[in-house]
């Protein structure tokens, strides 16, 4: 490797993104077959969102060097980024075929392997990686995640807890951690001990991270704090994003129960009437649409996460997909909706007065509403109440005050399953409300 490309390296490895680029490009133009400043431009490109370029980019370096193992694992990471696992476990599996003991490639396939569901072969990739390069996090990282999803908590917790000893600035390791005595803790009930575990995690990740508004609204909740407003954006995000290309498929595991419990209200009241316009609130990745294109003119759906909106628009059965907050989207004032739908979003707000009042601020007259809520039995003071795991539980009498005062009246508030957690059911309210003046 020559002086002019591990200058460029460097220069991209210190995130002069720029300066790094034109320094690839002027390789080329001297060298159009210089692999490694086609393979690094690649990578590149890919970081700065051009992925279909930096597929091409590599793939040329490839052509040229088909040996070039670093090549194929970096095209994994851009194919697996990009949602296409086939891809990327082809490129992986290619690079071992080169160096077997490669432990990047052994990793990140094993990744693939987890979210593909093939948890056996995922956990026997990255074992090796870590026996391979017992320094490297992100591996320990990768191997915790699948022994999570296989639900063996407490290897999966020392994994993380490797991971965050090794690198503690490694945010995805304090994810890994929590969510798992998150996990725990629904298997088992609550307890002061697993609480304060959760706790002492959220506080050492925001000694690393101090501007974290995640971790610190997680520590709030763990610690009982009733005066959340809501779930801040970055939680909102940090939850979704990544999560989205599985989000299903982890939501079949719960036996999550919320989009038939909507349809299941609109084919019992509905019949053959259409609705002009309808908003799906919190859409996610589009789970209610294809039933609610059936009773809808017009279906436009609003998230927070860009991650669940790619995925919703896979679909092509939304009119309109736009990325925004809920409460703002609402307050904007969009023309009026003949049916709005809810379903499990209100989960990640605490006093829910400002937000009916702004679901209902866009019915059109005779408009319809439909949302979930998880229950709470709670008695204390407030209506809800944070659990720890970042999301809000309401007592109906507070559901019920907040649609009286937003000038919605309930025609059914019904408990019901949404799904499990740990084993255990998480209760819930489907609600179906209408403006108070149509019901005079």
Known sequence: MNIAIEDAIRLHQQSHLEEAERAYAKMLETDDRNVDALH????????????????????RALALNPHYIDAHVN???????????EAARDCYARALELDPNHA??????GTVLNTGGDLREAYAAGRRAVELDPDAAGHWVNLGSTLLNGGQLTAAMDCFRAAIERSPHLTGAYIGLCRA?????????????HRKELADVYRRWLAEHPDSSFAGFMLAACEGQDDLERCPDE??????????RHFERKLEKLEYCVPSLIEGALRETTGPKRYSRILDAGCGTGLCA????EWGDHLVGVDLSS??????????????LLEDELTRYLESGPAPFDLVVCADTLCYFGDLHRIIQALGSV??????????VERSEHQGPAGERVLSSGRFAHREDHVLQCLDKAGLHPVQARPDRLRNEGGQPVMGLLVDAYPSQKLK
């Open 307 to 320: 991650g669940m909106l790619a995925e919703a628009a896979r679909r092509q059965v939304y009119d309109q």
């Open 235 to 244: 939680f909102v995000r940090a939850s979704f994003d990544d999560f989205a």
């Open 104 to 109: 990047g490639a052994l990793g990140n396939l």
């Open 40 to 59: 690094y431009l690649g990578v590149l490109r890919h970081q700065r969102g051009a992925s279909q370029e930096a597929i091409d980019l590599v793939g």
């Open 290 to 293: 294809p039933f609610l294109r």
């Open 363 to 372: 019915l059109a007259p005779g408009g319809r509403l439909l949302f979930t």
């Open 75 to 85: 095209l994994g990471n851009i194919h697996r980024e990009t949602g296409n696992d």
């Open 181 to 193: 005595l998150y996990t725990l803790e629904c298997r088992e009930g609550y307890s002061i001990k």
